[in-house]
């Protein structure tokens, strides 16, 4: 991996990369050395290398592109022409970190700056907006984790060049500016493209998952990638010329984060996979891996066998698709890479059967290049001889799950469609062949790009948010081969299209860059530089179409298509001749950014088409067992055998398939779609040479690769503008030497550098001056350079000059000096030699010794004093002599004494010996256990840390299980709920049975007197057995007639109350929408006005906003005028924040009282007092009607005998019921033609209606969300409350625990200080003895670790210098001779040493060492104890004052927590009797609401009854019309017709006495319903009163809303009346400049004069000597001036920085301000739709209040549908009983699982408290990791209390949907429990009905006759019914298709 190093061992520190990122100084001090002179250093090109050499200009113009140039290069001569040489750079730029700061951009100095960087293993450059990176083919320590925090959070500007400075750009531009980032990656086979791609994604992995620690349980992303590398460079990547591991795909590798930056997952999408190479390869390169790796050994052990599985030989030159180049790759284990491969499959989670599928269908691609065919008979025809299982084919179609047979058949005869039939075409050989390599081709193509999608599901984690991402795009480089064919021209397009890009966006971002410093500028695209040439691929007749074109001809060959391209595109600039000198049969060339390169059109057409047989893909889709293969083949349409003639058009349409460039184009587009919305990041990959050798470079590789990536076209483009710029803060400190008063001339920094130019006579073509730099165009900055050399220069001449003065003075005055003294010398000898021989002068020398000799008695004198002095002295000696003489007989007898009494005492030695010895024994094993328990308390503190870790884990499943079961205890409450009225139902139904016994036993008691009756008619039975026979048959008949006519009427009926129930909704709908219509039609004029009158307001500040975003860049440099301006505006946002502030404490009060009156309404709804004293009164129905039922059974019996008497009345009624049913026919009908002019009215009405009701949707959920905040800040305040009460338990916790670690250690303390103490008192007696031998020992081990050392220092000098192997292993041996002597040396002296010492000495000074370590290490443990103590003691001192604030803290948030609790008190006061009302209201109405589905319900019932009795007499009438029949054809005797008759009249005598019950029950009803109407018209009276106090707190809630937005506008008002004066002001500078300007271009002029004259002065002053001392101070005080305007310069910038930030302040300031009107705005517009939807509420509910009365004033009409729902609601009933024998079996197993839960929590509470005392039981050493460890935890809370509140939202959400899912249940059961009643109501109904039934059906045969013409009545009605039911379908189609609009 280029610039790869591996990590070294755990703990160990990374390397220090600064060589590999930074210039050393010796580097940049050899470069500063280098002979350089700035006009005639030149570049020349090197024939030799095809590089650059460095040369010196003899003569030429530089300038003049045709102009002869000599040039000498050592003592050689060259001459070349202008256009051929370059300038050198100044040695400044050497080593240049951005190739655009070069002053002089020549290719020679972009190669040079590349080569010298890359020699001192720098490899990465920046050139502008990309950087590039060369590939080092070595291991570089620049990608470790320690390099990682350099880049860290750093700008690209603040560190050296690297590739994750881009990366740390892209990544932080993503988290700033919320936009997606992409990093292309470009470079040649072999530079390092993937490499650097994996490096980019491990540092986004690192930067995102950031510096934690790692779950152990999921995999990181960068471990997923690698996982799935693999797969992808086993299927993608071969060997070529280059490269041993190219990738021979492109790949956009997306990188997704969450909002915070957190990893959320990755996807990768490939592009132009080299499906060529599948079929064909070079003679140097080789195919895919995959197929390589197959026929290893490592395959034998995968399942039974690669090999045997997949129908492998063991030679590789049997496939002759993978052996026509390189076979094996020297680099390559092929054997490892398949085990690689293997457990990549693995880890990825592919299943057994495709991993073995994806293995089969890879060797099928190998064997379809076995597949031969030959020519059969005169016609061509290809056939294949060999076709068995062990044949090529045999084996193909075998790993493919097909018949050989028909798989040979498709191929030499394949099926195609002329017209509309199918016939076979006989195929050529050659055809067959190209068929079978195109399945080949087809069938790999696709296998990949399964892979890759089953890669990307790895890759995502659906858990996660997906915000942005960082996209990687890593695709070939510009390629330029000596043959180039459709691959080139595709990957080269590519490239035209990026480098497009790259050129725009560069541009873009650098004349931005203009814009912005103010400079004059005229815009222009560079990216249209290459527009011609993407024109010609992409116009109408471009390359591409004419492409596309000729590959649709069958009859197409590359000839013509090459014809065709000459005549479109032959005039075109850019369509060349072929120029190509490798291939001589190129077509056609074209001109490329980056060369001319030759294209061979030869098999493009083929390629393009890649045509696959459809024959065979049909096989492969409908025979194949291979279900992986029909997977990669099912969106191909292949030739279905059985299609449609639909299908077959479509098929037909879309049967040309897509070609390869449609699908490229295709991709490409979406490619540049995306880099579009992205923003870009450039990497250039470099390969510096082709054997791979790091640190070698070939010129003429290099650069071709810079033409080919861009980077000479980008400098090209950086060439037209001003590349270099300097700030004026720098340019200052560096030119200031330049012209010192120039700078210092101004404080305005483009007036001071514009005098500092002029004054160089610097032209300002070459520069321009922007708002805080200096911009030079190319080569103008080598001027300045030049310039400040020559004073440079001069400055230094001139200090050594003084200091070779200051070093050769001294020398001077010594010389003088001596000089001097000699003279002096010569002088005295000349007067010695002259009086030598003057008698005086004799005298004089003999008599100058006595001259000041001392007085000899005088002498004596003091000498007899000194002897005087010293004889006292000796006889004090003398006397003291005795004394010390008597002192030492009196010493001697003491000595005697003490040796008799140490001789007395010897014995006791022994003693004293052998307890020494046991000591040190104790001592040994104390040392032992000492050891031990270090080594266990080192594995405590591991399974501590362990621990830890693990109850982080439990405590995350603690929390899920904790949830879980919560939910599951929930769940449970509701099924026990549940429970409890399903038993309290079957409670109920167990008294209906126990009383329906009771019934029973009374009926056996009547059936017992019966049957003595029964006996006494049981002659009369058998007389009517016979007619019973004959009528039971009749019945049988009617009975099967009767249920298709009960069918027929009970779809009637149904259909019948559905238009009635309809009807009744539409009418209630149109009453309500009437009224709304018309407020919301005035309220909508209204909105209207305010809306037009918002949107004028709103577009006036957005135009403002944009004016003002405008200028911000512009008012930047009057920003010092507009402070005052500045602080104004300050003080007036925070008057607005104020006012917000205030608005906001408004707003919560609200959102507090709306909160709270929800809750108390959640709460309201699931009160059921009304749905239970609805259930008592259905009881006592129920009671009533079982008695009702028992007389009826009693009453049985009489109306059988009245019935038969009154036959022949009921035959009567009958036919005046039958009239009646023809009266209500034609009433339904008349209701009929009203309901249709209703519905009429309606659907004008409904569009209002629909739209009123959006309206109110949106509002409602506006509110919704409004609410759903404000719960969350509530309940996140609730939590922080709960986390500071439960860190300060926490706190109290590890107090007492570290009050219990210092006692133990205090007690250890005590024990070690007696300890010592004991000790000590042996070393003193010990150390005196062992002092002379520890000295000795000490420079022996000194001498012999000096001598280890340089071993040490050998072996490393052995390690680094391999090269040097046998010099290094002579000085090695040479060592270790030394150290050999050393040691001998040592032992010698050592053991000579002990020789001579005693044994006892021996003994008692190794006991004393043994001791004196001992002690040392008590010693130190000792201070080390002490040290943790102080530490201890230091840290519970500062805990117990952090304790004492948190205290006082807390008690001051109590404070003020009862404070806020008093007044959220009086506030919820407010709410209570607020909520009071409320509840009283949706009481009352509740009741009310019950009441009247109570009377609906009983309603619907009397209708059903009546409706069933006039069923039932109309079967009675038809039988009694059959009976007459029969009566009249079987001449039946009188006497049985009396029996019949008086039957019949008892019969009719029961129905009556039914009759007026049910009359009377419905006048009961009546009255109720009465009683209702009266109750309802308090219940609303009290509502409107109630609703129209709320309507008046909520006007007053608005008005105070009104008057805050009012305040805010003001305030903005104010603001942008300010900004207006500021815009005036910044105008009035600007002419004021442009004055100033005019002025400066005067001054200008009147300086050059004045430079002149100044020239002149200034050579007269340089002839002047002696005024040099004044030059000397004017240029000190100018250096004073010069440090002080650095001051002030540094000063300014500072300023301006901040005025900078105190602007970018008030921006933002300005932008929360605007948001925050917003957002009142849309509060506002929110509570007025609220308002609007409670008045609309209100009326609605006044509506329904009105539309009551009508609905029973209809209950009546109604009554006839009630006994339709009897048979629904008894299937209801036992649907109901199944659902409870259902839901009580889940009650059971939710019971289970829920005690086997609370078994593991509570086993996990065991295990984690376990865990909690292992944690706690640190040992010795925890005082000393108290620290860190406290650290951590506090990492630990945040992250914790972070989890906790995510954990605490979903819980609140949670609790949330349970809530509405308990209410929702609630009412489920309450509807239930209603159902319940029905059915109990309706099973005693129809028990009657039942028996009444059975004593009508003899009645019902004679009015059958009656019926039938009914019959025909009712089938008018249904023909009429069908025609309003598909009137009433259209009306419901047009209402919904009205509805959404």
């Not at 993407?534 to 009859?555: D, R, T, V, Y």
């Not at 990959?685 to 590789?701: F, I, S, W």
Request: glycine share 6%; with cysteine.
């Amino acid at each position: 991996m280029p610039g790869h190093i591996k990590l070294g061992k755990t703990g160990q520190a990374d390397p220090d990369p600064s060589e590999f990122l930074v210039p050393s100084i010796e580097v940049k001090r050899a470069d500063q050395q280098k002979p350089y002179d700035s006009k005639k250093s030149v570049w020349i090109p090197d024939p030799k290398t095809g590089g650059y050499r460095e040369g010196f200009l003899e003569s030429g113009d530089l300038e003049d592109p045709a102009s002869k140039c000599l040039v000498s290069v050592g003592h050689e001569k060259f001459t070349h022409k202008g256009s051929e040489v370059g300038k050198v750079n100044p040695p400044k730029f050497e080593k240049c970190e951005d190739m655009v700061n070069l002053t002089f951009l020549n290719d020679a100095s972009v190669f040079w700056n590349l080569k010298t960087r890359y020699q001192i293993k720098m490899i990465h450059t920046y050139s502008g907006l990309f950087v590039v990176v060369v590939n080092p083919y070595k291991r570089y320590p620049i990608y470790t984790h320690r390099v990682a925090k350099i880049y860290l959070g750093k700008r690209r500007n603040e560190v050296p060049p690297h590739l994750w400075a881009i990366a740390e750009t892209a990544y932080r531009g993503m988290l700033t500016n919320c936009k997606n980032q992409a990093m292309l990656i470009t470079g040649e086979s072999g530079a390092g493209k993937t490499e650097n791609t994996k490096k980019v994604i491990t540092y986004l992995a690192m930067v995102a998952t950031g510096s934690g620690k790692k779950s152990t349980k999921k995999v990181s992303l960068e471990d997923q990638i690698v996982a799935t590398n693999p797969i992808l460079e086993s299927y993608g990547n071969a060997k070529t010329a280059r490269n041993d591991n190219s990738s021979r795909f492109g790949k956009f590798i997306r990188i997704h984060f969450t909002s915070s930056g957190k990893l959320a997952g990755c996807d990768i999408v490939s592009y132009l996979l080299e499906k060529s190479r599948i079929t064909e390869q070079q003679a140097v390169e080789r195919s895919y891996h995959i197929f390589y790796q197959l026929l290893q050994p490592y395959g034998d052990g995968i399942g039974t066998g690669l090999k045997n599985m997949c129908h492998l030989s063991d030679d590789i030159y049997d496939y002759i698709y993978v052996s026509q180049g390189k076979t094996k790759v020297e680099s390559i284990d092929d054997n490892e890479e398949l085990e690689y491969t293997e457990d990549a499959f693995n880890v990825i989670g592919f299943g057994e059967q495709e991993k073995f599928d994806c293995y089969m269908l890879t060797s099928a691609v190998m064997t379809y290049g076995g597949v031969e065919f030959k020519t059969k008979g005169r016609d061509d025809q290809a056939e294949c001889e060999f076709i068995g299982p062990d044949s090529y084919a045999g084996k193909a179609a075998a790993l493919c799950g097909v018949d050989s047979m028909a798989l040979i058949k498709a191929f030499c005869k394949p099926r195609i469609k002329v017209g509309t039939e199918w016939v076979t075409k006989g195929q050529t050989c050659e055809q067959a062949t190209n068929a079978v390599g195109g399945i080949a081709r087809g069938i790999f193509d696709r296998l990949f790009k399964w892979l890759i999608e089953k890669c990307n599901e790895t890759l995502i984690d659906a858990t996660l948010k997906k915000n942005n991402f960082c996209a990687v795009l890593d695709i070939a480089g510009f390629e330029i081969f000596e043959y180039n064919g459709f691959e080139q021209i595709s990957i080269n397009f590519v490239n035209e299209k990026l480098q497009q890009f790259f050129n725009h966006h560069m541009f873009v971002v650098e004349q931005e860059e203009y814009v912005k410093e103010g400079i004059d500028w005229e815009m222009v695209d560079f990216g249209l530089d290459l527009q011609a040439a993407i024109i010609m691929f992409e116009k109408p007749m471009g390359l591409w179409a004419i492409l596309e074109e000729e590959s649709l001809f069958p009859k197409a060959t590359d000839k013509s298509f090459e014809e065709k391209l000459k005549a479109s595109l032959g005039k075109l600039p850019i369509f060349l001749k072929p120029q190509s000198k490798t291939d001589k049969n190129a077509h056609f060339a074209i001109s490329h950014y980056a060369g001319i390169v030759s294209y061979n059109v030869t098999n493009w057409l083929e390629k393009n088409k890649d045509p696959v047989n459809d024959s065979v893909v049909e096989i492969f889709k409908s025979a194949s067992t291979v279900a992986l293969l029909v997977h990669l083949w099912q969106d191909h349409p292949g030739q279905p055998t059985t299609t449609p003639k639909d299908d077959g058009k479509k098929k037909k349409k879309g049967g040309g398939g897509k070609t390869v460039s449609s699908v490229y184009l295709v991709s490409l587009g979406q490619l540049m779609d995306t880099l579009h919305s992205c923003e870009p990041h450039f990497v250039r990959c470099l390969v510096p040479n082709t054997h791979k050798k790091p640190g070698d470079v070939e010129p003429p590789l290099i650069m071709h690769q810079l033409t080919c990536n861009g980077v000479l076209e980008g400098i090209r483009i950086c060439m037209r503008g001003f590349p270099n710029r300097i700030y004026y803060a720098d340019y200052k400190a560096r030119y200031a030497i330049l012209g010192a008063k120039e700078i210092a001339s101004s404080q305005d920094n483009k007036t001071a550098a514009y005098a500092l130019m002029d004054k160089i006579q610097f032209s300002r073509e070459r520069y321009r001056l922007g708002h805080t730099m200096v911009f030079f165009r190319a080569g103008a900055l080598a001027v300045l350079e030049e310039a400040r050399d020559d004073i440079v220069l001069k400055l230094v001449r001139y200090i050594q000059g003084q200091a070779y003065q200051r070093i050769k003075n001294v020398d001077f005055v010594k010389r003088r000096d001596q000089r001097e003294l000699i003279k002096v010398c010569q002088r005295n000898f000349r007067k010695y030699i002259a009086l030598r021989e003057w008698g005086w002068f004799i005298i004089i020398q003999k008599t100058r010794p006595l001259i000041g000799l001392p007085n000899p008695e005088e002498e004596l004198r003091l000498l007899e004093e000194k002897a005087k002095e010293k004889y006292g002295a000796y006889e004090k000696q003398l006397n003291t002599k005795a004394r010390l003489l008597e002192e030492n007989k009196v010493i001697n007898e003491e000595k005697k004494a003490i040796l008799k009494q140490i001789e007395a005492e010897q014995g006791d030695m022994s003693q004293h010996h052998e307890r020494q010895a046991k000591m040190s024994a104790q001592k040994a094993d104390l040392e032992i256990q000492l050891q031990e328990a270090q080594d266990k308390l080192v594995q405590l503190e591991r399974s501590r840390v362990q621990a830890t870790a693990d109850k982080k884990v439990l405590e995350q499943e603690v929390i899920s299980v904790k949830k879980d079961i919560d939910d599951i205890e929930m769940s449970i409450q509701k099924i026990e709920q549940d429970k409890t009225n399903r038993d309290h139902t079957i409670r109920q139904l167990n008294d209906d049975i126990a009383a329906q016994d009771e019934v029973i036993n009374k009926i056996n008691k009547d059936k017992k007197r019966q049957g003595e009756n029964a006996s006494k008619a049981n002659e009369d039975l058998q007389v009517a057995q016979e007619k019973v026979d004959h009528l039971t048959k009749i019945k049988t008949k009617l009975e099967a007639t009767l249920d298709e006519l009960e069918s027929s009427l009970e779809r009637e009926k149904r259909q019948r109350a559905n238009t009635e129930k309809e009807r009744r909704k539409i009418e209630g709908e149109l009453k309500i929408t009437q009224e709304t219509v018309l407020e919301l039609e005035r309220k909508k004029k209204e909105l209207e006005s305010i809306i037009q009158k918002k949107d004028k307001d709103g577009a006036s500040f957005f135009s403002k906003l944009e004016d003002e975003q405008g200028l911000v860049g512009k008012v930047q440099k009057s920003i010092k005028e507009h402070q005052s301006r500045i602080e104004e505006m300050e003080e007036e946002l925070e008057a607005e924040r104020q006012a917000r502030a205030k608005a906001e404490r408004q707003r919560s009060d609200l959102a507090r009282e709306l909160e709270s009156m929800g809750e108390r309404l959640m709460e309201a709804g699931g009160a059921t007092n009304a749905q239970v004293e609805l259930n008592k009164k259905r009881e006592s129905e129920v009671s009533k009607l079982r008695k009702d039922l028992e007389e009826a059974n009693i009453q049985q019996e009489g109306t059988l005998i009245s019935l038969k008497k009154k036959h022949q009345d009921a035959i009567y009624e009958m036919s005046e019921q039958i009239d009646q049913l023809n009266k209500m026919k034609t009433r339904i009908e008349k209701d009929k033609g009203q309901i249709m002019n209703e519905i009429a009215d309606v659907r004008a009405a409904t569009d209002e209606v629909v739209r009123s009701k959006a309206s109110a949707e949106k509002s409602h959920r506006n509110l919704v969300t409004q609410l759903n905040d404000l719960n969350k800040k509530v309940e996140e305040c609730n939590l922080t409350l709960s986390d500071f009460e439960h860190g300060k338990r926490k706190q109290s916790a590890e107090n007492a625990d570290l009050l219990r670690q210092l006692q133990e250690l205090e007690n250890n303390a005590n024990m070690l200080s007696k300890v010592k103490s004991a000790l000590a008192a042996q070393l003193d007696e010990q150390r005196r003895i062992a002092d002379d031998e520890a000295k000795e020992r000490q420079s022996l081990l000194g001498k012999y670790r000096n001598a280890e050392h340089e071993v040490d220092g050998m072996r490393q000098h052995y390690d680094e210098e391999l090269l040097s192997k046998e010099n290094l292993t002579r000085q090695l041996t040479k060592a270790q001779d030394e150290s050999d002597l050393w040691r001998r040396k040592y032992e010698i002296d050592g053991v000579a040493k002990a020789e001579e010492l005693e044994m006892s000495k021996l003994k008692m000074q190794a006991r004393l060492s043994e001791s004196e370590s001992t002690i040392q290490q008590l010693n130190a443990k000792l201070s080390q104890i002490e040290k943790a103590k102080a530490k201890s003691q230091a840290e519970f001192d500062e805990m117990s004052v952090m304790l004492d604030q948190a205290q006082i803290m807390h008690a001051s948030m109590e404070k003020k927590a009862k404070q806020f609790d008093r007044i959220v008190g009086e506030w919820k006061h407010k709410v209570d009797g607020l909520s009071m009302d409320l509840d009283g209201s949706q009481k009352e109405t509740r009741n009310a609401s019950s009441e009247l589905f109570r009377i609906k319900n009983a309603y619907e019932e009397s209708v059903l009854q009546l409706d069933e009795v006039r069923r039932e007499n109309k079967n009675l009438s038809c039988e009694i019309k059959d009976i007459m029949d029969q009566i009249s054809e079987g001449g039946r005797s009188i006497h049985e017709i009396d029996k019949i008759r008086k039957r019949l009249e008892a019969e009719k005598m029961e129905l009556e006495a039914a009759l007026s019950e049910a009359e009377g029950a419905l006048e009961q009803e009546e009255n109720k319903v009465l009683r209702a109407q009266l109750e309802l018209t308090q219940v609303r009276q009290e509502i409107e009163r109630r609703l129209a106090e709320k309507d008046e707190e909520f006007e007053s809630t608005r008005k105070n809303f009104a008057k805050g937005l009012e305040g805010m506008q003001v305030a903005l008002e104010a603001e942008t009346k300010g900004k207006c004066e500021a815009l005036r002001m910044k105008k009035k500078l600007e002419s004021d400049v442009c004055d100033l300007e005019t002025a400066l271009e005067h001054a200008n002029a009147a300086n050059c004069e004045s430079q002149k004259s100044i020239k002149k002065y200034q050579q007269s002053l340089r002839e002047v000597q002696a005024r040099y001392e004044e030059e000397t101070r004017a240029k000190e005080v100018a250096h004073d001036n010069l440090l002080v305007a650095d001051r002030r310069a540094h000063a300014n910038q500072n300023a301006l920085e901040e005025a900078r930030t105190l602007l970018e302040q008030a921006d933002r300031a300005r932008r929360v301000l605007e948001q925050e009107v917003s957002d009142t705005n849309e509060t506002l517009s929110d509570q007025t739709c609220q308002n609007q939807a409670i008045d609309g509420a209100k009326r609605k509910l006044e509506q329904e209040m009105q539309t009551l009365g009508a609905d029973l004033d209809e209950m009546q009409s109604e009554a006839h549908i009630s006994e339709q729902k009897a048979q629904s609601a008894m299937i209801d009933a036992a649907r109901l009983a199944d659902e409870l024998r259902a839901e009580q079996e889940m009650a059971m197993f939710v019971e289970r699982d829920r005690k086997l839960l609370e078994a593991q929590v509570k086993d996990m509470q065991s295990r984690l408290d376990e865990a909690e005392q292992n944690a706690l039981k640190g040992g010795k050493k925890a005082m000393a990791k108290m620290d860190s460890r406290i650290r951590e935890l506090e990492s630990e809370l945040d992250a914790e209390n972070r989890r906790m509140q995510d954990a605490q939202k979903n819980l609140r959400k949670s609790e949330r949907r349970i809530k509405e899912l308990t209410y929702q249940q609630d009412e489920d059961r309450k509807n239930h429990e209603r159902m319940q009643g029905l059915i109990d109501q309706l099973q005693g109904k129809i028990r009657s009905y039942k028996k009444q039934i059975e004593e009508a059906e003899e009645i019902a045969a004679l009015n059958l006759a009656k019926f039938r013409q009914v019959q025909g009545n009712l089938g008018d009605t249904s023909e009429r019914a069908d025609v309003t039911e598909q009137a009433l379908a259209k009306m419901k189609a047009r209402a919904r298709s009205v509805g959404p609009q």
